[in-house]
């Protein structure tokens, strides 16, 4: 199967300043590469995903790049707020069962401090 | 309102007691999922189900069972549970070209 590695595993940043979270993955196959936030006690919630004809994609303060001959693919977060705090797990499916079956990363605890 | 709910949230049991946990969707999705989180590893696929009476394993299947008799349930079963199987887990269900939707969790002690 396909193995996700994400990094850092903790990343604190100032309010207004910029994160960005870095995945890699192994299988070259791999076509849909998803962001999922974490709240605490809560279940992931997608924010941002990206198919693999594509290079780059924004959503307001958020973005995520894709480098398909490197095999790696980041979060960009801009501007950070408090709310922004959580946990982020890259993932990564594979066809055919494509975005039903994930395989995740090993997540990052963002922290923003006010 | 859209959601996937889990039932129960919390549960401590014992080595050997056979348990379900409950899952369903209001959202008539196909693809239906079961993960368990653990620190440092992330979110693993137990299992998942492309549509009813069609499932699969997913990354750690040993230890537990599903079924899909219904579109919108997918119950996760552990026969024996052990300590090992203490984690929480996520039911998930989707269209299946897109957006996984997670439930709450369900964060299981096997004693």
Known sequence: ?114 | EAQVTQNPRYLITVTGKKLTVTCSQNMNHEYMSWYRQDPGLGLRQIYYSMNVEVTDKGDVPEGYKVSRKEKRNFPLILESPSPNQTSLYFCASSWGSGEQFFGPGTRLTVL
Do not use: M
């Not at chain 1, 849909?32 to 995903?49: A, M, N, T």
């Open chain 1, 1 to 114: 199967g396909e193995n996700v590695e994400q990094h850092p595993s903790t990343l604190s940043v100032q309010e207004g300043d910029s994160a960005v979270i870095k995945c890699t993955y192994s299988d070259s196959a791999s076509n849909y590469f998803p962001w999922y936030k974490q709240e605490l006690g809560k279940g992931p919630q997608l924010i941002i995903d990206i198919r693999s004809n594509v290079g780059e994609k924004k959503d307001q303060r958020i973005a995520v790049t894709l480098n398909k001959t490197a095999k790696h693919f980041s979060l960009h977060i801009t501007e950070t707020q408090p709310e922004d705090s959580a946990v982020y797990f890259c993932a990564a499916s594979i066809p055919p069962t494509g975005a039903n079956n994930l395989f995740f990363g090993t997540g990052t605890r963002l922290t923003v401090i006010p």
